[in-house]
């Protein structure tokens, strides 16, 4: 069992920065492959970045490419999300998700492949 925590959202204004923090429970956290997801009011959960157990491979949705940055730390227990160049397009809840693997290298993009879920912290955008 795997519990996520976020953390670092709030308020930013176009063009400004956010990092979002996960920090996960559980002693084998680097065997599982994180991501991050967000729901816009209206709108399904979409993926928004993904990273492999290991930290060697990283995937990253088309909106986000060029402007955020998928890190983690295996001895934090901890993933993060550096968002910059922000729009207001971007305002959404995000979510942490967290897969087990014994493929190390994998970056999973697809929803359904996550099975431990975080809460979710809001980020708005104002233009």
């Known amino acids: 069992q795997v519990q996520l925590v976020e953390s670092g959202g709030g308020l930013a204004q176009a063009g400004g920065s956010l990092r979002l923090s996960c920090a996960a429970s559980?002693?084998?956290?680097?065997?599982?492959?994180m991501g991050w997801f967000r729901q816009a009011p209206g709108k399904g959960r979409e993926f928004v970045a993904a990273?492999?157990?290991?930290?060697?491979?990283?995937a990253y949705a088309d909106s986000m490419k060029g402007r955020a940055t998928i890190s983690r730390d295996n001895a934090k227990n901890t993933v993060y999300l550096q968002m910059n160049s922000l729009k207001p397009e971007d305002t959404a809840v995000y979510y942490c998700?967290?897969?087990?693997?014994?493929?190390?290298?994998?970056?999973?993009?697809?929803?359904?492949?996550?099975?431990?879920w975080g809460q979710g912290t809001q980020v708005t955008v104002s233009s």
């Open positions: 990273i492999s157990a290991s930290g060697d491979g990283s």
């Open positions: 998700a967290a897969t087990w693997s014994d493929n190390l290298l994998v970056a999973y993009t697809t929803r359904p492949r996550y099975a431990y």
């Open positions: 559980g002693r084998t956290y680097s065997t599982y492959a």
